[in-house]
């Protein structure tokens, strides 16, 4: 999947965009807030996913949500179904995945979310991040 689709909340009109604050060295590892959405694909079956991105080009993984998917899995006895299930079992299991930008995604640091935390959670998950 290579149509380099891409969508943002917009930060002039979105009440639920807003900054992180970076303050050391420790939150360099620590992702930005999952303000944009791409499409994922796993087998035949298409899904979205908020995401924090890194520009294109740069090697580092953009760390995204969970997906939501668009379709229902694909049937058991279709040909289809053995490679869905290997692509969503390494997408569950935190393995790398491409998003419709060709870009390596990871669901770790968003893990359970299916939509961008607000602010207070996005506190409590880097708060919660730098403990571990």
Known sequence: MNDRCQWSLSED????WYEAEVNNNEDEEIPGPPFDIRLVQAGPRLGW???FHTYIGDDSPCD???INWL?????R???DYENYI???QAIEGGEDF???SDQICQINFFR???QPPTEEEYKRLRREYNTD
């Open 49 to 51: 996913a908020w995401g």
């Open 98 to 100: 491409f998003n419709s």
């Open 112 to 114: 359970g979310c299916y």
């Open 13 to 16: 009109q979105s009440p639920d």
């Open 64 to 66: 995204s949500c969970e």
């Open 77 to 79: 006895d279709s040909s």
């Open 86 to 88: 290997q692509e969503l």
């Open 71 to 75: 379709d229902p899995e694909p049937d």
